[in-house]
């Protein structure tokens, strides 16, 4: 579905039109392409008060080869030289330079005294973030802090991230990454996520990273040799979600409806896949997964995607409605799981991703159906997370507009609220979910256990 407002907007015409209107000005964002570095643009690194976490950061930073600059701060410079980072110098004065990427380390705050520190690093440089450019804070997890005044502190950092995203605009995203006591080693694969252009179109996130055991992956194929499901892959975000975990090695699965069997044929032959078209609310759905993925070393991925809406306000809504709606969206993937988790259907560090909905966290008009089986996903998610055990893990996104058949099918002038009330001014694509999806899918995110994050561009609803 094309954006014909974005279209016109880069045109001559289109840019005075909206410059002197005050209209929302949604720019092209920078997205995932192979073979290129993870950041793009030079990264500028500060911390609080360095610490292990700075020490991890500046060794995800030596990793991915930033170009990185650091003010005059010898104790972060000292922790860089550890880990092979070389930070250039860098002057506030200096107001030419442009950065790609801000990273901050702020679990070294202890007080609301010390927040000071949040304004004295992003203060001097808040204009000199280049177009889709990337801020990242990192922060002690509230519940781990050692005092309530440091709980305190640290939770306050989400209100400093969540308006830098809508402040900063020009596709600048800005998140909060949360890492426990002790769980700096499994950082790596969240910060690489959030620097590269494959979190284009998620902002105003807070992702919780806690400790379990450290992977060593080639990072150009880091689901090689895993086996993946993807219901609902025959079209939309399951498609685009066959393809990124194909493209990051995994063989895939592709889950439909038997009358989407051409389309499922299609989406499996361009990734070198496999179908399996069944219904997902049928009882023996868990079997014929688990059964499916046998002979491929057993199944790694289970990604819930399948999902329909019917909408209606609920005095109109017909019960039968009602039942379709939760019956696919959420209780079978709770059988599914049900059936997985019981009788070993998923390998050691297997990984569950569910696609949820804003609609589950604001809530939306016409979707008591839809927005109770969203929400109910999210359910499933808490309160699956703390059962796991052997490295499996549990997590969701949630997407906003993405534009697919489903906003397509949406009444124009609500359709177009949907697409720019976010701070991207824009629908995100299926590709963003995906990117999400592969984030949680990595056998190197084993820390990421519970989390929903959102897909939204920073969506005004729910937020
Ligand atoms: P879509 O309608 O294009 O695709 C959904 C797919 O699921 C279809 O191929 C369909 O055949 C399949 N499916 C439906 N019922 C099934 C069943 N019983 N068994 C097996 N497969 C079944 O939808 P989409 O826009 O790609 O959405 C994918 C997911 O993302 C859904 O869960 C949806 O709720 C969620 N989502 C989408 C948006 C959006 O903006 N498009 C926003 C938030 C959440």
């Given at each position: 579905?094309?954006?014909?407002?974005?279209?016109?907007?880069?045109?001559?015409?289109?840019?005075f039109?909206?410059?002197?209107?005050?209209?929302?000005?949604?720019?092209?964002?920078?997205?995932?392409?192979?073979?290129?570095?993870v950041?793009?643009?030079?990264?500028?690194?500060?911390?609080?008060?360095?610490?292990?976490?700075?020490?991890?950061?500046?060794?995800?930073?030596?990793?991915?080869?930033?170009?990185?600059y650091?003010?005059?701060?010898?104790?972060?410079?000292?922790?860089?030289?550890?880990?092979?980072?070389?930070?250039?110098?860098?002057?506030?004065?200096d107001?030419?330079?442009?950065?790609?990427?801000v990273?901050?380390?702020?679990?070294?705050?202890?007080?609301?005294?010390?927040?000071r520190?949040?304004?004295?690093?992003f203060?001097?440089?808040?204009?000199?973030?280049?177009?889709?450019?990337?801020?990242?804070?990192?922060g002690?997890?509230?519940?781990?802090?050692?005092?309530v005044?440091?709980?305190?502190?640290?939770?306050?950092?989400?209100?400093?991230?969540?308006?830098?995203?809508?402040?900063?605009k020009?596709?600048i995203?800005?998140?909060?990454?949360?890492?426990?006591?002790?769980?700096?080693?499994?950082l790596?694969?969240?910060?690489?996520?959030?620097?590269?252009?494959?979190?284009?179109?998620?902002?105003?996130?807070?992702?919780?990273?806690?400790?379990?055991?450290?992977?060593?992956?080639?990072?150009?194929?880091?689901?090689?040799?895993?086996?993946?499901?993807v219901?609902?892959?025959?079209?939309?975000?399951?498609?685009?979600?066959?393809?990124?975990?194909?493209?990051?090695?995994?063989?895939?699965?592709?889950?439909?409806?038997?009358?989407?069997?051409?389309?499922?044929d299609?989406?499996?032959?361009?990734?070198?896949?496999?179908?399996?078209?069944?219904?997902?609310?049928?009882?023996?759905?868990?079997?014929?997964?688990?059964?499916?993925?046998?002979?491929?070393?057993?199944?790694?991925?289970?990604?819930?995607?399948?999902?329909?809406?019917?909408?209606?306000?609920l005095?109109?809504?017909?019960?039968?409605?009602?039942?379709?709606?939760?019956?696919?969206?959420?209780?079978?993937?709770?059988?599914?799981?049900?059936?997985?988790?019981?009788?070993?259907?998923?390998?050691?560090?297997?990984?569950?991703?569910?696609?949820?909905?804003?609609?589950?966290?604001?809530?939306?008009?016409?979707?008591?159906?839809?927005?109770?089986?969203?929400?109910?996903v999210?359910?499933?998610?808490?309160?699956?997370?703390?059962?796991?055990?052997?490295?499996?893990?549990?997590?969701?996104?949630?997407?906003?507009?993405?534009?697919?058949?489903?906003?397509?099918?949406?009444?124009?002038?609500?359709?177009?609220?949907?697409?720019?009330?976010?701070?991207?001014?824009q629908?995100?694509?299926?590709?963003?979910?995906?990117?999400?999806?592969?984030?949680?899918?990595?056998?190197?995110?084993?820390?990421?256990?519970?989390?929903?994050v959102?897909?939204?561009?920073?969506?005004?609803l729910?937020?």
């Amino acid at each position: 579905m094309s954006d014909q407002y974005q279209v016109f907007a880069k045109t001559p015409v289109g840019k005075f039109v909206i410059k002197n209107l005050g209209l929302p000005s949604p720019i092209t964002l920078d997205r995932f392409q192979a073979a290129t570095p993870v950041i793009q643009g030079a990264v500028l690194f500060g911390a609080a008060v360095a610490n292990e976490v700075s020490s991890a950061v500046a060794q995800v930073l030596a990793n991915v080869h930033a170009n990185t600059y650091a003010g005059n701060q010898p104790e972060l410079q000292q922790a860089a030289a550890k880990v092979g980072l070389n930070l250039s110098a860098f002057n506030t004065t200096d107001t030419a330079s442009k950065f790609k990427a801000v990273i901050f380390d702020a679990s070294g705050i202890e007080s609301s005294e010390q927040l000071r520190s949040l304004y004295d690093f992003f203060h001097p440089i808040a204009r000199q973030i280049q177009t889709s450019g990337r801020v990242i804070v990192v922060g002690l997890n509230p519940d781990t802090a050692g005092s309530v005044q440091q709980a305190i502190a640290q939770r306050a950092l989400e209100g400093f991230v969540k308006s830098v995203g809508k402040e900063f605009k020009k596709g600048i995203t800005a998140q909060l990454v949360y890492v426990d006591k002790g769980a700096e080693a499994n950082l790596e694969s969240s910060l690489r996520f959030l620097l590269s252009p494959r979190s284009a179109y998620v902002s105003g996130q807070v992702l919780r990273v806690s400790q379990a055991a450290v992977v060593d992956v080639d990072w150009s194929k880091p689901l090689a040799g895993k086996t993946a499901v993807v219901t609902g892959a025959s079209r939309g975000i399951g498609e685009a979600i066959a393809h990124v975990l194909a493209r990051d090695g995994a063989h895939v699965i592709c889950l439909d409806v038997p009358q989407q069997q051409a389309d499922l044929d299609r989406v499996a032959a361009e990734i070198s896949g496999s179908t399996l078209a069944i219904d997902i609310t049928a009882e023996d759905a868990g079997e014929k997964i688990k059964a499916a993925a046998v002979a491929l070393g057993g199944l790694d991925i289970i990604v819930h995607n399948a999902g329909i809406t019917r909408d209606k306000t609920l005095a109109n809504m017909k019960p039968e409605l009602w039942d379709l709606v939760l019956n696919i969206n959420l209780s079978a993937i709770e059988r599914v799981n049900r059936y997985l988790l019981a009788e070993k259907g998923l390998n050691d560090n297997g990984r569950i991703i569910c696609v949820s909905s804003i609609s589950g966290i604001a809530g939306n008009l016409g979707q008591t159906n839809y927005a109770v089986s969203k929400a109910g996903v999210i359910g499933v998610v808490k309160y699956t997370a703390a059962t796991l055990k052997d490295g499996v893990t549990i997590n969701a996104v949630a997407p906003g507009f993405i534009e697919t058949q489903m906003t397509a099918a949406i009444p124009f002038a609500i359709r177009e609220a949907g697409r720019r009330m976010n701070s991207m001014s824009q629908g995100g694509l299926p590709v963003d979910v995906a990117e999400t999806i592969a984030l949680f899918a990595a056998p190197t995110s084993t820390g990421l256990n519970g989390n929903v994050v959102r897909v939204c561009g920073q969506s005004l609803l729910g937020a």
